[in-house]
């Protein structure tokens, strides 16, 4: 069973979102906060796999909510989604920085949440190809300078090249086409640099690719 962990402050929200997980047989949500105190708390009590995170909530906001539950060595597993109601809410980008899977906008098809759920325990990122190249520009347009990172000098020449390509947004089917070969392989190559990074998922392999200089602006094709 996949077990989430709904956090927004808006009961309405949170019941909608249970009635629709909770009707999928491998998906159980296992409790519910209503700020990010009482998420931070029941994240560390019940070690969900999966929190469904909204960014703007009362006493402890979601943003800072999900770095205290990305940093604690304790919670490693556990996926932080954040959920906004705009696509390219500007918290996003320091969100996904922070150690967030991803975002779903909170007026989403019923199915494309389930989908998602189960993508991100799955270790995918959320960037779903309608805004992943308007999210990796905006987020290289505000990234910081370029900062030397030697733990690059870890991956082979391969790695380096599909991590380039998860930067820029393509998918494990588009790397394989563009580089020749299985998808399998790709998935492959994405694993060990995430591995070899200490990335916990793909969006942190996004923001690491612009961090460390590997990607710039501008290299959307």
Known sequence: MIRVLLADDQSLVRAGFRALLGAQPDIEVVAEAA?????LSSARQLRPDVVLMDIRMPVLDGLAATRRITEDRHLHEVKVVMLTTF????Y???AIRS???GFLVKDTEP???VRAVRAVVEG?????????????????ARSKEP?????????????????ALVGIGLSNDDIARRLVVSPLTAKTHVSRAMVKLGARDRAQLVVLAYESGLV???WLC
């Open 35 to 39: 700020d990010g105190v009482q998420a």
């Open 147 to 163: 900062t030397a990172a030697a733990d690059l000098g870890e991956l082979t020449e391969r790695e380096r090249e599909v991590m």
């Open 124 to 140: 995918d990122a959320l960037l779903s190809p309608g805004v992943t190249r308007r999210l990796i520009a905006e987020f290289a």
């Open 87 to 90: 696509e390219l809410d500007e």
């Open 92 to 94: 996003v980008f320091e």
């Open 111 to 113: 199915e494309e949440l």
């Open 99 to 101: 150690g967030a899977s």
């Open 216 to 218: 710039r602006p501008g």
